[in-house]
């Protein structure tokens, strides 16, 4: 059974930082990528950040390309998303997701069809 935990949202002012973890278990397939997601109330949910188990590559949401970055620790049970420089348009509630099937840089930005999901973290930026 896979099992996502984030932690490290909270409330923080506008130019400031945080950094969210996801503690993963389970997570033991031949190939899968692990993904960051935000849903801003309104908006659809949007895949801001990926890594797949091989691919090498990691992707960030033009959004965020300058300055968030995803990390993980080497056996991939724990990711990390460092949120640099911090607006109030990031406000939202922050997922991480598995997919089980595939790894590649290009499918993983896709955001479509992750299989596992956490119960998010809330990030909430003021002005």
């Known amino acids: 059974e896979v099992q996502l935990v984030e932690s490290g949202g909270g409330l923080v002012q506008a130019w400031g930082s945080l950094r969210l973890s996801c503690d993963t278990s389970?997570?033991?397939?031949?190939?899968?990528?692990i993904a960051w997601f935000r849903q801003i109330p309104g908006k659809f949910r949007e895949v801001i950040s990926c890594m797949g188990k091989s691919s090498g590559r990691t992707y960030l949401a033009n959004s965020v390309k300058a300055r968030f970055a995803m990390s993980n620790d080497n056996a991939m049970k724990a990711v990390y998303l460092k949120m640099n420089d911090l607006k109030t348009e990031d406000t939202g509630v922050y997922f991480c997701?598995?997919?089980?099937?595939?790894?590649?840089?290009?499918?993983?930005?896709?955001?479509?069809?992750?299989?596992?999901w956490g119960q998010g973290t809330q990030v909430t930026v003021s002005s």
């Open positions: 997701a598995v997919h089980r099937t595939y790894d590649s840089y290009g499918y993983c930005r896709t955001g479509r069809h992750y299989d596992d």
């Open positions: 389970g997570v033991t397939f031949d190939a899968y990528a």
